[in-house]
């Protein structure tokens, strides 16, 4: 019945277009449902000052990892992150999750003891509880869904939608790592499918991999803004890329966005191995993702509390130009930031 | 990795004994956790009188749908009443759900619409927001995963925990319709796979594929209670089959179970179903699963509060014999009822 005349292929509406189709008739009609899909979590009114918030992810195999490079533990580990970093970016506290995990026969009850190994250090390091979930069998592959919980000061709550032309925009560590490790890893894993006989040559790479295989959510940052009384007029995790995410900011908030290339934080152990892989590094830290860094802007009021803090940087401000996203480049040239890849004008 | 020495096949230790054995090691932390994993939801305490209910489930193609006979638009529905179920079967009210979904190429943007038509009136006739969710290219198949959240009052929530000796067991609506509407749409499958141009015999068969292809959570029962000022002792929802549920009240709350087949709720439709398919409507109606009735407990004090629905049948009650669930025949002998198939003694 799926497969019949008047097919549409989804990809010509691209992942973010398909979730506004596929609910544009959806009605919110509980009154505690104070946000609901289009952040990176929902809010949920409970009747006091804090409102609960949730956000829900799920990882395919073949389509989010691949388990020829990611081992079992660390995906487990980076499933929770990526969860709790949508809780941080709406400036809250995760305190629990639940896990529904999906599997092929492949898999080993070692194999799934590895996978809840990594769930559990990160749920310690982090402090949340795991409160609920599912297990099954599954015709092919692994699929894991998590669905994470917190809590935030109503009035702490940042959202992606309240930058203002004048903001300055921040981020937290450094950008495009990620993305290199995972070059690096797929790279490595071709050489090795052609000729078994060849030793990955990963020295000098830890880093990089580091970032890809075992990412950290920016917890400390979130309890930098508290313990600084530092508000930020909107905020968002990187998961796809720095330029994609600006893009929201910009969208919701009904502004533009500037940044400047010099100011991009790239981290020095970036810069051989993007070399040695053929990758240029601004592109690699607007375009790369799964950095889950802190994207967020703030008034220009509140520069001198986070100055001080050597893990933020300022790479921008926001402009009154609805929907623009731009990069002034090293030499002085001013380039578009598309969502996807960017390129001169 | 995952396919090395010191294998054990997961079914060696069954559904339940899997999730017991992952999260073995998992311990709580967060105070407002007030229960975790092992009920039909989770409890989280917000600081009110009233605490959020959380419960997920994952559904995948060919394990828990067969896209041969069940349309996107009923799984829709199904995949959010199945959820919903569990918020009513700890006495909550649900009020919203995150949906994320993976699917693969053979997915049209029109299937996809389907698929969200049934989800948005399941919504709709609940009353639950849609808050958030994913979706996602995947290699294979079509994956369904499902938060629901829910709220009640502290002093209402009905865990699996709260049966003691002497309670009376009952029953919402009829039990066993659901697994032989899933036995004709197998059957007809069958012959549909060996003889393409044989019509399907589904002529009569009305009521019991109705309970397997869109089955309602018991929200009307949830509301009578409250109306009626009944807090059930013990209450579960019935997806695996009764039986398997009894033996989940009786270990955990430290009772026995004793029901007599002649009370058990068996609707006048699905006997000619059952002689047509030659099934045994006790056996369908103890181990059938998939029907999402409730099956809970109360005080003996309580009967004269719900002995005028017509819709609560009253099958059993609790004993003092730890684990022990058995079931009195219409002839009068005393089976042992497993939680998976039951046989005399």
Redesign the interface.
């Known amino acids: ?4 005349a ?5 990809n ?2 691209g ?1 973010f277009g ?2 506004d ?3 544009q ?2 009605t ?3 009154i ?2 104070l ?3 289009g952040d990176d ?2 809010v ?1 009114d ?3 000052e ?1 409102a ?1 918030l ?5 990882l ?5 990892f691949d ?1 020829a490079y990611m ?2 533990k660390h995906l487990g580990y980076k499933a929770i992150v990526i969860n709790l970093s949508d809780i941080y970016a709406m400036n809250g506290t995760p ?2 999750v ?1 896990v ?4 092929s ?10 996978l ?1 190994s990594g769930i ?1 250090l990160a ?1 310690e390091i982090y ?15 692994l ?1 894991i ?1 998590i ?1 994470a ?1 917190g ?1 935030a000061k109503k009035s702490d709550i940042t959202y992606r939608k309240g930058a203002e032309a004048g903001d300055l925009i921040a981020v937290s560590g450094d950008l495009g790592a990620a993305f290199v490790g995972l070059q690096y890893l797929i790279r490595e894993k071709k050489i090795y499918m052609e000729n078994p006989g060849v030793q990955p040559e990963l020295e000098g790479k830890d880093y990089v991999l580091e970032r890809q295989l075992k990412p950290e959510a920016r917890k400390d940052i979130i309890e930098f803004f508290n313990s600084s009384n530092i508000i930020p007029t909107s905020m968002i995790d990187i998961s796809d890329g720095l330029s994609s995410e600006l893009h929201h900011l910009a969208k919701q908030s009904g502004c533009g966005m500037l940044i400047h290339e010099d100011k991009l934080p790239i981290d020095p152990m970036m810069y051989n191995p993007c070399i040695d892989i053929g990758l240029e590094a601004t592109m690699c830290a607007t375009n790369g993702g799964e950095d889950y860094e802190l994207l967020f802007t703030i008034k220009q009021v509140d520069y001198e509390k986070l100055k001080l803090n050597s893990d933020i940087h300022i790479i921008g401000y926001c402009t009154d130009q609805y929907g623009s996203v731009k990069m002034i480049s090293k030499n002085n040239n001013e380039y578009p930031l598309e969502a996807q890849g960017w390129k001169a004008v």
């Open positions: 019945m799926f497969e019949n008047g097919r549409t292929e989804i010509s509406l992942e398909l979730i189709h596929l609910t008739h959806f919110n009609t509980q505690n449902t946000t609901g899909i979590a929902a949920i409970t009747g006091t804090e609960m949730v956000s829900t992810d799920m395919l195999e073949g389509i989010h388990l081992p079992l305190q629990q639940t529904s995990i999906g599997f026969n492949r898999f080993s009850l070692e194999a799934l003891e590895e809840y559990r749920c402090h949340v509880d795991l409160v609920g979930g599912d297990t099954s069998s599954a015709q092919a592959g699929t869904s669905t919980i809590k």
